[in-house]
């Protein structure tokens, strides 16, 4: 795998400074936005969204960069089992005279194929240790959902408490977030390197 980077995770809570400035864009725009409802996307929500889009940007690098290696080490397995398949297709073309040519033939064979089994158990592992990078990334990825949610949320009570005097835990809507995907690895699963 590459450098032992950790994944880029949201934070579990947001900084005292984070929470701070929320809370005054909130009351800043309460009064801005007075008469719009709570699904209105201000530039404050807006500003939120980048910060967390950009994080699962972070993620989708951070998963790249982790799975670059397993592909290049599939690559090469892919082409030294060919590689063993053509000297075992060629030792199989040629047999041996003596007897002993024929059994140094038939235990290089086996060699052979024992080198193919171990090469394909690699790249089984391999493909099990992409899965468990996809997973975690998607987790990350998730965990960046939760932290817009929360901020909007500071956001929001911020903005209904300057406009009403009173907040109400459930009345406040957070507007739809467009959540960036997770890397498509469909076209490297394609071509088998993974």
Excluded: C
């Amino acid at each position: 795998m590459a450098k032992n980077v950790k994944i880029p995770v949201a934070p579990k809570k947001p900084t005292i400074f984070q929470v701070f400035s929320t809370k005054l864009k909130g009351s800043r725009d309460a009064k801005k936005y007075a008469r719009f409802g709570d699904e209105t996307i201000t530039h404050s929500l807006l500003e939120i969204q980048s910060m967390v889009q950009q994080g699962q940007h972070k993620v989708n690098q951070w998963l790249l960069n982790q799975i670059a290696p397993l592909v290049g080490a599939n690559q090469k397995i892919l082409t030294q089992i060919e590689l063993y398949e053509v000297q075992i297709g060629e030792l199989l073309k040629s047999p041996g005279i003596s007897g002993r040519q024929k059994k140094a033939q038939k235990e290089r064979i086996e060699e052979l194929k024992k080198l193919i089994s171990a090469s394909l158990g690699q790249q089984r592992f391999n493909s099990d240790q992409l899965e468990v990078l996809t997973s975690n990334a998607d987790q990350a990825r998730l965990s960046w959902i939760s932290f817009y949610e929360g901020m909007a949320s500071i956001y929001f009570r911020a903005l209904n408490k300057k406009l009403s005097g009173e907040v109400k835990a459930v009345a406040a809507k957070v507007p739809p977030f467009t959540s960036v995907p997770l890397v498509d690895l469909a076209e490297i699963k394609n071509k088998e390197l993974i």
